[in-house]
């Protein structure tokens, strides 16, 4: 599986920004999931979805301002993230495996394919 993630950028605080994260090759993938890296920490889950139904998963800090969807038949999943805080600002990175499960969902260690990742600033 190959991922490419783009709609990065710069915005104010209380902005918005839609992330894209197009999937090609292997075609089968269990989960999908947005993570994110600031600078010195960890990488953190962000939200996941099960690809054949459609469920998703949130952080708590994401609950309630973000939302992750997909195209299907783009094989393409999406993040749109409200209310941006400057503690949003990071490296976000979409992940899929075909073999994590749900109790491991926040795991970035279970996740064999990544995106080069985009970087969100929010500013002020």
């Known amino acids: 599986v190959q991922l490419q993630a783009s709609g990065g950028g710069s915005v104010r605080a209380g902005g918005s920004l839609t992330l894209s994260c197009a999937a090609s090759?292997?075609?089968?993938?269990?989960?999908m999931a947005w993570f994110r890296q600031a600078p010195g920490k960890e990488r953190d889950f962000v939200a996941g979805?099960?690809?054949?139904?459609?469920?998703?998963y949130y952080a708590a800090s994401a609950k309630g301002r973000f939302t992750i969807s997909r195209d299907y038949a783009k094989n393409t999943v999406f993040l749109q993230m409200n209310s941006l805080k400057p503690d949003d600002t990071a490296v976000y990175y979409c992940a899929a495996d075909s073999s994590v499960i749900l109790s491991s969902l926040s795991d970035a260690a279970q996740y064999d394919y990544w995106g080069p990742g985009t970087q969100v600033t929010v500013s002020s």
């Open positions: 979805l099960k690809w054949s139904a459609g469920s998703t």
């Open positions: 090759g292997r075609t089968f993938r269990r989960y």
